[in-house]
């Protein structure tokens, strides 16, 4: 089955709100870091924000304030709360998982719009 899947994209307004969950099958006790990222049309897949294994979080300058990564390590969920969402921030979001065997999962993907 697939290893990593996200869910909880759709359609928002500029100022809205949405949920983003990932869940994975991957080994929870070898996994160092899961994190989010995205892809706009015709731009290169960016970092949206990172959790590790201890709890540390990194977040993109564009979207500070706005998003907070969280993860349950029991259940191998992670989510990512998008608040003040504006158009810029259309993309596909990817669930990423990376273990300390220097391998990397990723998602299929779910589709974020922001309208104007």
């Known amino acids: 089955q697939v290893p990593v899947v996200e869910s909880g994209g759709g359609l928002v307004e500029a100022g809205g709100s949405l949920g983003l969950s990932c869940t994975t099958t991957?080994?929870?006790?070898?996994?160092?870091?899961m994190g989010w990222y995205r892809q706009a049309p015709g731009k290169e897949r960016d970092l949206v924000a990172v959790?590790?294994?201890?709890?540390?979080?990194n977040y993109a300058d564009s979207v500070k304030g706005r998003f907070t990564i969280s993860r349950d390590i029991i259940k191998n969920n992670m989510y990512l709360q998008m608040n003040s969402l504006k158009p810029e921030d259309t993309a596909v979001y990817y669930c990423?998982?990376?273990?300390?065997?220097?391998?990397?999962?990723w998602g299929q993907g779910t589709q974020v719009t922001v309208s104007s």
């Open positions: 990423n998982v990376r273990t300390e065997w220097r391998t990397e999962y």
């Open positions: 991957v080994l929870t006790s070898t996994i160092i870091a």
């Open positions: 959790i590790t294994r201890g709890g540390s979080t």
